[in-house]
């Protein structure tokens, strides 16, 4: 679903900032929220240029045994115990496997909305792409994001939208009465006209907590997306590099029974989701986006 511009206090800082590249040391304005905030880190020496972090996937690889060479993606992802993990790899239907056997994505919206067996990250995987209309679901209260519980969700995205709606990736929340917009929960949005990707985190109407980057994404090619909670602070990690902290972490009021929703309103190719009752940790998360080289 498109938020609107009922994020007054997102908005108005982020129009400033579209022209942000890639790379340059990023900093959230302190003001971006009422009294809890992200911040953005600085790219590490070397990362000066716009596609520093988002083409990174070159050199490194994850060790694996002598013999049998470098661990699959999967295996490294596996390895690290997820809740649920769906590799998105159906040809057609309304339901998205769990390889972890336990949770299944529904299809659900307009059915039209999602294109299957298109090109993926993994060698023999595919992706699915999100033309409008269409979501992925879980509805049996596995995914718990409420208080300040541990958390992890992991995707790699290539968005290809162009207006100047916000588009969810990944929404878990309970809508406003009063505004189109949360009222208590979590979601990710991109905006391509705002240049930003953000997870933010929902109480009584309002963002208690979030982690952001302003950016453009390319629509040639995945990115690696992480947002984990380890219980005191929120981490956004972009391509194997963490580009965004919270601040002052407040618990989101979110319902355990409320949908657990992915690629909502988002136009684009989502694949390799998942989910950790737990907070990866930076060289985990690393990991990840080397193994899938």
């Given at each position: 679903?498109?938020?609107?511009?009922?994020?007054?206090?997102?908005?108005?800082?982020?129009?400033?900032?579209?022209?942000v590249p890639l790379g340059c040391s990023l900093m959230v304005p302190d003001d971006l929220a009422s009294g809890s905030n992200g911040s953005e880190v600085p790219m590490t020496s070397g990362d000066s240029s716009a596609d520093a972090v988002i083409d990174e996937?070159?050199?490194s690889s994850t060790d694996g045994d002598a013999d049998s060479g470098p661990l699959t993606y999967e295996q490294v992802v596996?390895?690290?115990?997820?809740?649920?993990?769906w590799h998105l790899d159906e040809k057609g239907g309304v339901l998205f496997a769990d390889a972890m056997g336990r949770h299944p994505l529904e299809l659900g919206g307009d059915a039209s909305g999602v294109v299957y067996s298109n090109?993926?990250?993994?060698?023999?995987g595919s992706a699915v792409r999100m033309i409008g209309g269409a979501l992925l679901q879980n509805d049996d209260g596995a995914f718990d994001l409420s208080g300040l519980k541990p958390f992890t969700l992991e995707i790699w995205m290539r968005p290809t939208s162009t207006d100047t709606a916000y588009h969810n990736v990944?929404?878990?929340?309970?809508?406003?009465?009063?505004?189109?917009?949360?009222a208590n929960g979590a979601d990710?949005?991109?905006?391509?006209?705002?240049?930003?990707?953000q997870f933010e985190r929902w109480q009584d109407g309002?963002?208690?907590?979030?982690?952001?980057?302003?950016?453009?994404?390319?629509?040639?090619?995945?990115?690696?997306?992480?947002?984990?909670?380890?219980?005191?602070r929120l981490v956004l990690y972009v391509n194997g590099a963490a580009v965004s902290i919270g601040k002052n972490p407040a618990p989101s009021a979110t319902d355990p029974k409320v949908p657990f929703?992915?690629?909502?309103?988002?136009?684009?190719?989502?694949?390799?989701?998942?989910?950790?009752?737990?907070?990866l940790s930076m060289e985990q998360v690393s990991a990840h986006f080397h193994a899938a080289e």
């Open positions: 679903m498109a938020l609107p511009y009922s994020r007054r206090t997102v908005i108005t800082v982020l129009v400033a900032a579209m022209c996937r070159k050199d596996l390895a690290d115990g997820p809740v649920s993990y090109p993926g990250v993994t060698d023999g990944f929404a878990k929340y309970v809508l406003s009465d009063a505004a189109p917009a949360p990710l949005f991109w905006s391509s006209s705002l240049s930003r990707l309002g963002v208690t907590d979030f982690v952001g980057l302003n950016t453009q994404l390319p629509d040639d090619r995945f990115v690696h997306v992480v947002v984990t909670m380890d219980g005191t929703q992915w690629g909502r309103g988002y136009i684009g190719y989502l694949d390799e989701l998942a989910f950790y009752d737990k907070a």
